[in-house]
């Protein structure tokens, strides 16, 4: 996904925070119909959050990269914690709205060209690591993440295997294998009047992620997973 003048998140973060507390995005797919998510949902207090999330945070250890923080809640709840948190986004209203929710360390910045610092943990939740948008992506997205990460650092993800949405009535599966990866997508964001656009974005199924992390130098290990296909996973950079 990269950065627009085009910033429909970010004018929905906007419009939110600045006092439209009904605001919702619309949301479209090449996989499935047209969802509204309200936009209060990237706002939630750690009270609000899904169990995946708050079990995440425990997770995180030293100094933090919330990679595609949005409207920043996680980051927040870190930094009120004593954590010592930088958050990322793309989007200019997302780094607007960070910074006047009193996040110290806020940056307009892509993950993929970073330079610079090194953290402990890079945090991608809300399916983060879909950034890399596409499975051919993986290799580049996890030597990027070496030159982010301290010696023992790790990686704290959530993502979806979408292999649900291909199942039969049977159980059975039906996978167009000559095609591409199920779990790459296309979402466009409209918020109001405003018509964003299409970019990719990739949910990864856990033996996946864990195939391409291994050949790139990382340990994985599951540390959650919900009845519906959602997950969490540490990864670690092996010695």
């Not at 619309?26 to 936009?39: F, G, L, N, Q, R």
């Not at 709205?97 to 996040?103: A, D, H, K």
Request: glycine content about 8%; hydrophobic content about 40%.
């Amino acid at each position: 996904m990269k950065a627009t003048a085009n910033d429909t998140y970010g004018e929905g973060l906007l419009a939110y925070w600045e006092g439209k507390k009904n605001a919702v995005f619309t949301v479209e797919s090449d996989i499935a119909e047209t969802e509204k998510w309200p936009v209060s949902t990237f706002f939630r207090s750690y009270r609000n959050m899904p169990e995946i999330e708050q079990k995440a945070l425990s997770h995180v250890q030293g100094t933090v990269l919330d990679i595609g923080a949005g409207a920043g809640s996680h980051a927040l709840w870190l930094q009120q914690q004593g954590s010592d948190v930088t958050a990322i986004d793309i989007s200019t209203g997302a780094v607007e709205v960070m910074q006047q929710r009193g996040i110290k360390k806020v940056l307009r910045q892509d993950f993929f060209t970073f330079r610079g610092e090194k953290f402990d943990t890079l945090l991608m939740l809300m399916n983060g690591i879909g950034i890399t948008g596409q499975i051919k992506n993986l290799p580049h997205f996890f030597e990027q993440a070496k030159q982010l990460l301290n010696p023992e650092g790790k990686i704290i993800l959530d993502s979806s295997d979408l292999i649900y949405l291909f199942e039969e009535e049977d159980g059975s599966v039906l996978l167009d294998l000559n095609g591409e990866y199920y779990g790459e997508l296309e979402y466009t964001f409209n918020f109001g009047k405003s018509k964003g656009e299409p970019f990719k974005w990739l949910f990864v199924d856990f033996d996946t992620l864990c195939e391409y992390a291994e050949k790139s130098g990382f340990a994985c290990q599951k540390l959650f997973e919900d009845d519906h296909y959602l997950y969490l996973a540490e990864l670690t950079l092996k010695p």
